[in-house]
Structures are given as C-alpha cells and as structure tokens.
C-alpha cells in the first residue's frame, strides 16, 4: 500500500511518558503483558513474542490520537472511531510474524466488520517509533512490488545462520523466515519520534492485500 513515513511526529518527552505509562498501567486489562491477536484481543499467539500494554485515556494518549486523526484528514475526532494506543515492548529476539490489521470476522455478532456491507474495520494504521534500534526491529512489508525474490529471501536466511545471531531461531521458524524477508523485502527501520501511516483497505472497501506487514525480530 502507500506508506507514509512522518518525521517528529512525537518528542522525547511524549516517547518518556508513554514508556513509563506501559511498565505502570495498573489495570489487568492494560498492564504489560504477552500480546494477543483476534478482533477480541484474547488470543495467545506462537507468532507474536512481543508484549503490549494499553494507555487509552492519559492527556499523552489522547493527544497523540488526535494527531493521528489530523494526519489523516479526519475531523472532528470520535473516540469511537479510535483504538486504543497499544504499547508493545519487543526484547531480543521478540518479533510479529507478517499479518494484517484489517479484522477478517465473521463471527461477530456484536459488530459488522465488513465496510463493503455497511460495517466498518481498521482502514488505516499509524505506528509511533519510541525507539533507536542497532540491529533489527524494522517494519516491513512481504508483498510490496517490487521488493527482493524468493532467492533473495533465501541468501539472506543462508546469512542469518552463519552470522552472529544464528542461534537466536530454531531453523525454518518463521522467525527466520522474517529475518530474510526484513533484509530482502520492503522495510522501515525505527527512529524514535518517527511514525509511519499507511492504509489497510482499498477505496471499495476490501482489504488491500499488499498492506501485511511483520514485525521484524530485534536482533541487537
């Protein structure tokens, strides 16, 4: 999909608050904790070693979605029309195997999810970077045209194991899978204060199958 990447999106004092809202949420349903999947956000996932806590209301939070809100041209803001801003902490090693925001529900029976049939899902995605990262953690995007073969995954997966972070991954995990799309494919590294917006639907309403994405693994 187009993908926009948005420089000082956020300040260190924002980045500061915001770490220190993750590591001292004291509600059990926000507190840091293993991430989960599904349009409930109940389900343990082998694919997402990465941790999540939630700030919803704080003065930072807020203000950060409204930003969101304005990046995208849609005004007034409804917090209704928000989630909630999930906090994840990736440690070495952590990843998200490659996946799509927009919700595929048809099971639901408090919400429509499909937009094409009067209901409504995630159309667009706005990450906030809160941290440098040496090696690793990037975010990147399999399927964009254009971007690294299936030789070229595989020579950067050959490079994985005979370099130094070749006993992080069992071999043939999707883990390092990841790593040798994340070094073949297309992928943005994290600068702390940096965003990047990027759209999960095509104008009819379907899911843009370009838009899966991964968390790449951190390495270093």
Request: net charge positive; with cysteine; glycine share 8%.
């Amino acid at each position: 999909p187009p993908i926009f990447k948005v420089s000082n999106f956020l300040d260190k004092g924002d980045i500061d608050f915001l770490k220190w809202s993750a590591l001292n949420q004291k509600d059990a349903r926000r507190r840091l904790k293993r991430s989960t999947t599904g349009s409930k956000s109940v389900e343990v996932s082998s694919t997402r070693t990465s941790e999540t806590a939630f700030d919803t209301h704080s003065k930072v939070a807020l203000k950060l979605k409204r930003r969101c809100f304005d990046l995208l041209g849609m005004q007034p803001y409804e917090e209704k029309m928000a989630d909630g801003l999930q906090l994840l902490r990736y440690n070495v090693s952590a990843a998200y195997n490659s996946h799509y925001d927009f919700i595929e529900s048809t099971t639901d029976a408090n919400f429509n999810w499909q937009p094409r049939e009067g209901g409504s899902n995630r159309f667009a995605t706005v990450l906030l970077y809160l941290s440098d990262v040496e090696q690793g953690g990037e975010t990147v995007f399999p399927k964009a045209p254009g971007y690294g073969s299936a030789e070229e995954v595989s020579t950067e997966i050959s490079r994985l194991r005979e370099g130094p972070y070749a006993g992080y991954f069992r071999k043939n995990s999707w883990q390092e899978k990841l790593v040798g799309e994340c070094n073949s494919k297309l992928s943005i590294k994290p600068k702390a204060g940096e965003a990047i917006l990027f759209y999960n639907q095509l104008p009819d309403g379907s899911r843009d199958e370009n838009s899966i994405h991964g968390a790449c693994p951190v390495l270093k």
